[in-house]
């Protein structure tokens, strides 16, 4: 089993709607990020957590919200999706300071029509 | 503002010689540097790391070359083999303890 689970893995939806992709973890990591991924621009940080109780907005931030239920669960929401929030979302832990490595799940491709 | 840089989208090199992916960055806070390889369907794994105290870091096949002065990093692969085709990112980050900023990503191609 993965150390870190995204689901859902695909999901198409429309403009407006509500979405959640849920991410959990089984390493025991305090440091919680989720990144999107768009052709051509790379990894770009939307939130991240360094514990349960911080929460910090990345550089894209705007039309996201997250929430840290505990620590081995983080969820990005997008409470009404656009069609340039189609992308694909990965969720990463890190044990520490972010010297080190992040570890990542397989990632939630998601589809805004 | 790309404070990471990977001026190469794509590289194709022949199985059993070298290649060699650039970075540069830009923010002089910067003084952990990572990369991280993407096979498609699947998150990026981390690959090799350097801190800016070293500049040169070697696992096996892959090394990785700090610059300090040019603010540019390099990842070569000897021999390149073609199960390192993927999606290559640099990332760097401070001590500060934000998060890594990434690269664009360049992809690479190892031909047979």
């Known amino acids: 089993d993965a150390d870190v689970t995204q689901t859902p893995r695909n999901r198409i939806t429309k403009t407006g709607k509500r979405i959640m992709l849920e991410c959990s973890q089984t390493k025991g990591h305090d440091r919680m990020y989720w990144y999107r991924q768009d052709p051509g621009l790379g990894l770009q940080l939307i939130y991240y957590?360094?514990?349960?109780?911080?929460?910090n907005k990345g550089e894209i931030s705007d039309g996201y919200s997250v929430s840290r239920q505990a620590q081995a669960k983080f969820s990005l929401s997008l409470e009404s999706a656009i069609p340039n929030q189609t992308a694909l979302y990965f969720c990463?832990?890190?044990?520490?300071?972010?010297?080190?490595?992040?570890?990542f799940g397989e990632g939630s491709r998601l589809t805004v029509l | 503002d790309q404070q990471v840089k990977q001026n190469s989208p794509s590289l194709s090199v022949q199985e059993g010689r070298i290649s060699i992916l650039n970075c540069d960055y830009t923010?002089?806070?910067?003084?952990?540097f990572l990369w991280y390889k993407k096979y498609p369907a699947e998150g990026p794994t981390f690959l090799i790391s350097i801190s800016s105290i070293k500049d040169k870091n070697e696992d096996g096949r892959f090394t990785v070359f700090l610059n300090k002065s040019a603010k540019h990093l390099s990842l070569h692969i000897v021999p390149s083999q073609p199960g390192d085709s993927a999606v290559y990112f640099c990332a760097a980050s401070a001590y500060s303890g934000y998060a890594l900023n990434f690269g664009k990503g360049t992809s690479l191609l190892v031909t047979p």
């Open positions: 957590s360094f514990d349960v109780k911080d929460i």
């Open positions: 990463a832990t890190s044990p520490g300071p972010t010297t080190g490595e992040l570890f």
């Open positions: 923010n002089s806070m910067f003084d952990y």
